[in-house]
Nanobody, 117 residues
């Protein structure tokens, strides 16, 4: 399973970006429990941003509630993160994560989001 993330970049504070992540499954046996986004700022631990389960339930970190929206497409095994009202403290490398019911976890390579003040 490979996760391909896109959509990172440089934006001014108050602006918006949309991240997308697509999971490829050459053997066509992919099953998904949940997909989500984590981020890691320089010198910091990787932290949860938002997750969405296969049935559409979502969870967000307190720091992004009301500003970020996660959505997914089960048929395409994709997940998106719409980020609005971005702040300089949102600057980080954002990682896509996929969890299978078996417990296996897969990570994408990360996409950099930089928010200038």
């Amino acid at each position: 399973v490979q996760l391909q993330a896109s959509g990172g970049g440089l934006v001014q504070a108050g602006g918006s970006l949309k991240l997308s992540c697509a999971a490829s499954d050459p053997e066509n046996i992919l099953s998904v429990k949940e997909m989500g986004w984590y981020r890691q700022a320089p010198g910091m631990e990787r932290e949860l941003v938002a997750i969405i389960t296969k049935d559409g339930s979502t969870s967000y970190s307190d720091s992004v509630k009301g500003r970020f929206t996660i959505s997914g497409d089960n048929d395409k095994n994709t997940v998106h993160l719409q980020m609005n009202s971005l702040k300089p403290e949102d600057t980080a490398v954002y990682y896509c994560r996929l969890a299978r019911p078996s417990g296996n976890i897969y990570w994408g390579k990360g996409t950099l989001v930089t928010v200038s003040s």
